[in-house]
């Protein structure tokens, strides 16, 4: 099946952007994790990594606006290039010929060499497609060369709904059952969704986000900057692309990230955590199943029993731009952060129903009654690794407090002005303790 190569998101403020410079031509050969492309921002340049290895087929011109999530080109199995070649054109009798119809004075014509007439689906617009019972046939996509995707599905359905169908929004009550536990003596057998969004030379940092959010929260942090280490970033279970399941503790959570972590065959690492993700990677250095040479955590959860019960509720309650909006402003001190691009991002999250629900078991397990049911303080303590940890004076999510807690061998960098997203609220500094953490590991 076809892979489609988006282009990413690298800022929060990010809400579309453009190609800078190819790396690659149609028709070659590319590797997984060799670099496609680049984006520039204000800071830096950006370079974008292939999913998978294949033929690339199908790029979007450089400098040419697209959407954050749009589709920048395809990468094909050879196999699948034939296929997707479009068919021969038939051979008419003039008689036929005669009857072909004029084009339009300034329409575009139409190129029968390059691909079908009618592009092709992603393959997720066609999952939701058949998931909702309806037909995409004919439709013209906002993708390259028309080609439908997700958003264009939803679209659809958000036209339905407006036209009369039953309003789907549902109370955070009707989120939260008994939380799904994984398979039982599952063990290493599943694997989380893991991405390298940088290749290079030495130690990877590997990369564990928080609560609600998904891998792609660490590409702002790399507008702070040019990096030389390589970063491997992991959905979390019921986030992302991972299984939607919810692991019974955050035991089993590690031991999924190890299983994932042998199959990308990691040897020695770094740990970058933010929130539970920071608290994840806590336990995976104590549980010293795999070989983790220093910490950086952004705000980690677990030094503490309080969180804000109002906002894990509310960031899965709220449906609308409107409503969201006041809880995505939670997370940072400086409200104008979060852009509208940002919001328009979670509002297309949710709804992804059977995503929300997961997210939302995955807090009943974890935050009951509106507290954390797990510490790592102990964790911490027993390290032999000295660790960073990097906490906004201002988190309105978890108390800044938690930190007095600290064992000796955690250094606290406390940014002010800050709140609970310090790695994309001060990207520049927050990039250079990591590398500070790479660098003497």
Known sequence: MPVNVIFPKVSLEMASGSVSRWHV???????KGQVLFEIDNDKAAVEVESPAAGIIRDLVGSDVEVDVGADVARILAPDEVAADAPPLPVQMAPAQAAVLPVAEP?????????????????????????????????????????????????????QTATAGAPDSRLAYSQFVPAAPSLTPGLGGSQRLNAVWLRRGEGLPVVMLHGFSGDLNNWRGLFAGGRVDFPALALDLPAHGQSPRGVPADLDEMAELV????????????????????????????????????????????????????????????????????????????????????????????????????????????????????????????????????????????LPFGSTRGLPDNAALHAFDACGHMPHLEKPELALRILGEVWRSA
Do not use: Y
Request: aromatic share 6%; proline share 6%.
């Open 106 to 158: 300034n329409a575009r014509p139409a190129v029968a060499t390059s691909r079908r007439h009618i592009p092709n689906p992603t393959p997720l617009a066609r999952r939701l497609a058949r998931e909702h019972g309806i037909s995409i046939d004919g439709w013209k996509g906002t993708g390259p060369r028309n080609r439908v995707q997700k958003k264009d599905v939803l679209a659809g359905l958000a």
């Open 258 to 397: 190890e299983a994932t972590l042998a199959a990308e065959t990691i040897g020695p690492m770094i740990l970058a955590g933010h929130s539970f993700g920071g608290a994840l990677a806590a336990r995976l250095a104590r549980r010293a199943q795999a070989d983790i040479r220093g910490l950086c955590l952004f705000a980690p959860a677990g030094l503490g029993p309080q969180i804000n019960a109002p906002f894990t509720e509310g960031i899965l309650r709220a449906r609308s731009a409107e409503s969201l909006r006041p809880w995505l402003e939670l997370l940072v001190h400086d409200p104008a952060t979060i852009s509208d691009a940002f919001v328009r991002a979670v509002v297309q999250q949710r709804k992804d129903e059977d995503l929300t629900r997961a997210m939302a078991a995955f807090a009943n397990r974890f935050f009951p009654d509106g507290t954390q049911s797990f510490s790592v303080a102990a964790d911490l303590a027993r390290l032999p690794q000295l660790v960073r940890v990097v906490f906004g004076r201002q988190d309105r999510v």
């Open 25 to 31: 031509r149609e028709g070659d050969m590319v590797a």
